[in-house]
């Protein structure tokens, strides 16, 4: 079953939300200039009133090593997801300080991103359409080449993502802006989304 991952909470009706559709994945945007995001004491707030049955991501943008480290070992978060110029010998390095999960995401336009994604050594890649929560889609004809597990992110919504389960089978789906009205998370898209991702795995 496709896994969920509902992005860039913010606010403890989010988390309340979150709580009641139990995705597999909650994330938390801890990149400073983000719209979406929060400094890690409320994250760490945050993930406090999140359900423990639902791993907490943080989102990073070429950040110290040891700061990620640091949240992952006081439980801030659960998993580490870096979106920026990270390449191997950063991830390399932050291996060294802690052996929880890392995703690391790419940008596709072409061929040669989804290589670069294939031989990332993180334990799971998102493929995305750009720096994350632009809600554009890619060219998903792309990943017919894809033979690894991946998060699909990038203009999903509650209208498209069962089509986009459905043709693709993805490990995951990564939303944030299409479950949101007026710039913060709307309970009701947040519900139509995770609903319609689990209705394809009962079909």
């Known amino acids: 079953m496709t896994k969920i991952k509902l992005c860039g909470l913010a606010r403890p009706a989010d988390v309340e939300a979150?709580?009641?559709?139990?995705?597999e994945y909650a994330g938390f945007i801890l990149v400073p200039g983000r719209r979406r995001y929060i400094p890690p004491e409320e994250a760490a707030r945050l993930r406090r009133q999140l359900s423990p049955r639902i791993q907490a991501v943080g989102v990073f943008i070429?950040?110290?090593?040891?700061?990620?480290?640091?949240?992952?070992?006081?439980?801030?978060?659960?998993?580490?997801q870096l979106h920026g110029s990270e390449d191997e010998g950063y991830i390399k390095r932050l291996r060294t300080m802690t052996d929880r999960p890392i995703i690391k995401a790419f940008r596709i336009e072409t061929?040669?991103?989804?290589?670069?994604?294939?031989?990332?050594?993180?334990d799971y890649v998102l493929l995305d359409s750009g720096i994350g929560g632009t809600g554009t889609v890619f060219d998903w004809t792309l990943l017919r080449q894809m033979d690894r597990p991946y998060?699909?992110?990038?203009?999903?919504?509650?209208?498209?993502?069962?089509?986009?389960?459905?043709?693709?089978?993805?490990?995951?789906?990564?939303?944030?802006?299409?479950?949101?009205?007026?710039?913060?998370k709307d309970r009701?898209?947040?519900?139509?989304?995770?609903?319609?991702?689990?209705?394809?795995?009962?079909e």
Do not use: H, Q, W
């Not at 998060?151 to 949101?180: M, Q, T």
């Open 18 to 23: 979150v709580n009641e559709l139990m995705p």
């Open 111 to 122: 061929m040669a991103d989804i290589e670069k994604a294939r031989a990332c050594s993180a």
């Open 62 to 80: 070429n950040e110290k090593p040891e700061l990620i480290a640091e949240l992952l070992r006081d439980g801030t978060i659960d998993v580490t």
């Open 151 to 184: 998060f699909l992110a990038g203009g999903l919504n509650p209208d498209n993502v069962k089509a986009a389960v459905e043709a693709l089978r993805p490990y995951g789906v990564d939303v944030s802006s299409g479950i949101e009205t007026g710039g913060v």
């Open 188 to 202: 009701e898209k947040m519900a139509a989304f995770v609903r319609r991702v689990r209705s394809v795995a009962t």
